[in-house]
């Protein structure tokens, strides 16, 4: 079945300009034409009227965890068509490939492989992996590829020689290594070793230079605000988690689970006096993205307190009115730059012929303002077509699922 969609404002992505009443035709799953006053294609052709609304391709969330299929319909409803999950895990590559065979609907996973860090952190984390010598560093690597990731995942306090062992391996076999950058070893030092991309603004470095450093090497930056300033707020400025405006969206197993993790959190940064100055935090990713525009946006959902979908458009806000960046410089960290950071540009992200058919449709001009990229009116989805009526019910049912009826993708994640 063919689908053409009549006389809407297309912005493609490719450049900062509104196509205006123009038509674009997609066939299974990837897009035909784009034009003005493109006929109906045979018998075959259903019309969709979209005048007055907005075409933008699907969003990425570039840092997020999968950690239950719930999560999939509230990514769905939200525009969301593609992710980078960040902690590997047979399971949620399996996902990945029943999503991209057709067998399951959700969007495009992109993953790293496990986390891996060094014994000197504050805590240790059953779902991660320690790396205590030479031959841990490169297996990292190894298991990292043969899984069929995508980039090696790193936390902070993997030792100075270990790191540089994982980087070499890592660079000799042409896989790039993401993550919390280190506590042992500058920041400079680490992106000249290879390192490519940082998550989280809370993991950069403090001095402007090295701000400066990293971002004119060409690094990359994932600022993840939703989660940064989840501490801030929920153990130290008295937010509540119902305080969330998407708080009946959250099915009531992990209302619960991120009741208990986020009492747990609370009282580890409140016995250890952690009090991260989120101003502070912010002015490292304006300083990086001074000099770069390479950066990405992500949330870190599932983490307590940001919800799958949802959080990508609070993380757009901020991205203008905390980071300084345009509308259209937002929606590029949420379509084009995650699309060419993995190297699907040509599929992801742009709305042009041969490009998979994953469009979202405003009823608002994201232009104009950023948070109208919550007005959807549908999504499509490798060319099928989610209807608003079909968007909220998919969400209602989200809300209703117990933990029985949910398949959980990571272990942690079952609480
Ligand atoms: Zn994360």
Known sequence: MKTLLKNGNLLTMERERIFYRTDLLYEDGVIQAIGK???????????????????????????????????????????????????????????????????????????????????????????????????????????????????????????RDLYKRLMDTANACGIPVCGHMSYLVDAKELRDWGYQCCEHSSSLPRHPWDLRYLAESGMWLCQTQVVCETLPDYVWNGKQLEDLPEWAYVPAYLKDLWKRQNEEIALGYKKRGLKPDIQEVIGRGRAFMEYSDRYMAGTDASYPGITAGFSLHNELERLVTLYGASPYEALKAATIRPASYI???????????????????????????????????????????????ELDSMLENAAQLTKEQVEFFEGNSEG
């Not at 895990?89 to 959700?106: N, P, S, T, Y």
């Not at 990292?144 to 995508?150: P, R, V, Y």
């Not at 104009?368 to 989805?381: E, F, H, K, L, Q």
Request: with cysteine.
């Open 37 to 159: 006053g493109l006929p109906l294609d045979g018998p075959n052709c259903q019309a969709i009227d979209c005048t007055g609304k907005y075409l933008i391709p699907g969003l990425f969330d570039a840092h997020i965890h999968i950690g239950a299929s719930d999560m999939l319909p509230m990514l769905l409803a939200n525009g969301v068509t593609s992710v980078r999950h960040l902690t590997g895990g047979e399971r949620v590559l399996a996902l990945a490939e029943d999503i991209r065979q057709g067998r399951r609907l959700g969007p495009s996973i992109y993953a790293s492989g496990f986390v891996y860090d060094g014994h000197d952190g504050p805590s240790e984390n059953p779902e991660h992996q320690y790396i205590s010598n030479e031959e841990e560093a490169e297996k990292a690597v190894y298991d990292t590829i043969e899984a069929g990731c995508l980039w090696v995942k790193t936390y902070p306090s993997i030792r």
């Open 343 to 389: 190297g699907v540009e040509k599929s992801k992200g742009i709305l042009a012929v041969g490009a998979d058919a994953d469009i979202v449709i405003l009823k608002e001009n994201p232009l104009a303002y950023i948070g109208n990229t919550r007005s959807i009116d549908a999504v499509i989805r490798g060319g099928q077509f989610l209807g608003r009526a």
